[in-house]
């Protein structure tokens, strides 16, 4: 279990991250999503001792970071894709980490081969791509199979082959009862890899839940063959009916199984009924923007 | 990449931090793990050898071997001044300071661990580097000088060779920049210092480290001499660990 509480950052008068606080718990993967500068990469920072916080605390299984024991058996962190020394090759890199986190060094070569870079394994990362760096990264941070997986643009430079291993790997990570926090800008990916949103903006948690609340609408969404024939049923049977410039209707505050009691006293044929959802786009621009 | 994930074996992991041996070790891993840092250890290592043996071609006799195992190991400590920064600011140029602070939380254990590192490398360099100037003069046409003083001059050059090292990565701490950490330090010993005797020459001689090491080594020395490069050694270290406590990693 991970506990943020009134995480607060100031730089003088400015205010970038603002009693910021959220649980995370194990077996879920929570999807840290924040336009530019909304605080995401400061709030991570500050969760792992690598920022001082003007105010609040972070503990992780009951301790702050810095009072972990062995941290990187207990957190594996991707926070900066290239912050590695381009002199060495991926191996040394590895190895070097190994050291530090107490793993065999055997254990190298095989996150190595998890994320695909045996090969290029004794090259120089000077000579990496911004993928391959990137995978290095979350090589160095699945060398102890920590608990805990914080990543800050994962998906960076993935092609999508790597965007979907990530995906497989950090829902396979909850699945076995490990903890994800995923920061990306990458909305329709977050969007297919997470149970929980936490939103930012302006430094401030402006939602938090799971996605299915938070995008689930409150409607049902209908097409029908003769749409405009069903709107004046629907209208009649005093349901609100909005239609969308696609050819929809949207029926706010209604269950789909009201709305298909009326198309089928009407004989209306449908073509399509859901319960109405937002993209996570708008729900992101709507909070954000706000913000 | 692996396309099936399966349920592998958790690995075996420590559970507890890495001890102080292994992060000195680890320090000094890192620090000959990349181009830079070999090339610096090869040059303190061969550079005043091959001085002394470019100089014996002049035929000129020497009276005593003290004088250039000293002046030599003062210019390969000056050498080493590199190795302390790269183990410091290089971490903060390249952002590796990241991982470093990411797996040990302690900065002043990882600043220790680097200041024990590049002691011990900077000694066992200086050390290697006088046993082979030594070993040329044994071989030179250098005529018949005189090795009275020789232990104490190596003695003097292996201590300078840490101290110059542990003051690299004390100044590349503070600074967290590598250029500008050498600038400083090189403009500093070879530029100010100089300038420095000419006007003052007594505060030159409390301040300046380089001449502090060649009066050791050829027997000329006084407390304040050990003083002196004692002082840098601890002031350079301590603004350092506590400039790197401080700043944060953004």
């Known amino acids: 279990m991970i ?5 607060t950052k100031k730089y003088g008068e400015r205010t970038v991250v603002d009693q910021v606080s959220f649980e995370l718990e194990p077996g879920t993967v929570t999807g840290f999503l924040g336009p530019n500068g909304a605080g995401k990469t400061t709030t991570m920072r500050m969760m792992t001792s690598l920022v001082a916080p003007t105010a609040g605390s972070t503990v992780i299984d009951g301790k702050p970071y810095a009072e ?3 941290p990187g058996a207990v957190v594996g962190t991707l926070l900066d894709a290239s912050a590695v020394h381009p002199g060495r090759t991926g191996r040394t890199h590895l190895r070097l980490l190994s050291s530090a986190v107490g793993v065999p060094a055997s254990r190298v070569d095989e996150v190595l081969e998890m994320v695909g870079l045996s090969d290029a394994a004794n090259r120089r990362i000077g000579g990496y791509s911004l993928g391959m760096r990137q995978r290095l990264g979350i090589a160095g941070a699945l060398l102890a199979d920590p608990p ?3 990543f800050d643009e994962p998906a960076n430079g993935l092609d999508p082959e790597g965007i979907r291993w990530m995906r497989d790997l950090l829902r396979h990570h909850a699945a076995r009862g490990g903890t994800v926090l995923l920061s990306s800008h990458l909305l329709g990916e977050v969007e297919h890899t997470v149970d929980r949103l936490l939103v930012i903006g302006s430094g401030r948690i402006v939602a938090d839940g799971p996605v299915a609340s938070l995008l689930g609408g409150d409607g049902t969404t209908v097409r029908a063959l003769d749409a405009s024939a069903l709107a004046a049923d629907l209208s009649a049977a005093g349901l609100p009916v909005e239609p969308t410039s696609d050819g929809a209707l949207i029926v706010a505050g209604a269950e789909p199984s009201q709305v298909f009691v009326v198309a089928a006293a009407g004989g209306h044929v449908l073509t399509e009924l859901r319960p109405t959802e937002r993209a996570l786009e708008d729900l992101f621009f709507q909070l954000t923007t706000a913000a | 990449m692996t396309t099936t994930l399966i349920d592998a074996p958790r690995p ?3 559970s507890t931090g890495a001890s102080a041996p292994a992060l000195v070790g680890l320090e000094i891993r890192k620090s000959l793990s990349t181009r830079s840092g ?3 250890a090869v040059a303190a290592a061969i550079l005043a050898p091959v001085v002394v043996a470019l100089m014996s071609l002049s035929g000129e006799s020497l009276e005593a071997v003290r004088g250039p195992v000293g002046a030599l190991g003062m210019v390969t400590a000056l050498v080493l001044f590199p190795l302390g920064v790269l183990a410091t600011a290089g971490e903060w140029s390249h952002r590796t300071v990241q991982t470093t602070f990411l797996l040990v939380p302690n900065r002043t254990s990882v600043m220790a661990s680097k200041v024990v590192g590049v002691a011990a490398m900077g000694a ?13 003069l044994t071989v030179a046409p250098v005529g018949d000088p005189s090795w ?5 001059a190596v003695g003097v050059s292996v201590a300078a060779g840490a101290a110059f090292a542990v003051i690299g990565a004390g100044t ?3 600074l967290a920049n590598t250029p500008a950490a050498l600038t400083g330090l090189y403009l500093t010993i070879l530029g100010a210092m100089p300038a420095l005797r000419i006007w003052k020459p007594e505060v030159a001689d409390a301040l300046d480290p380089s001449n502090a090491v060649l009066q050791l080594a050829i027997g000329n020395g006084t407390t304040g001499n050990t003083l002196t490069l004692v002082g840098w050694v601890v002031v350079t270290t301590v603004i350092g660990t506590v400039v790197t406590r401080r700043r944060a990693v953004s």
């Open chain 2, 124 to 136: 066992l360099l200086a050390g290697i580097s006088s046993a082979i100037t030594m070993a040329v």
């Open chain 2, 38 to 40: 070999k090339s610096v």
């Open chain 1, 68 to 70: 972990l024991s062995n």
């Open chain 2, 172 to 174: 590349g701490a503070a």
């Open chain 1, 3 to 7: 506990t943020v509480n009134g995480l």
């Open chain 1, 148 to 150: 805990v997986l914080m």
């Open chain 2, 148 to 152: 009275a003083g020789v232990p104490m």
């Open chain 2, 12 to 14: 075996v992991v420590r």
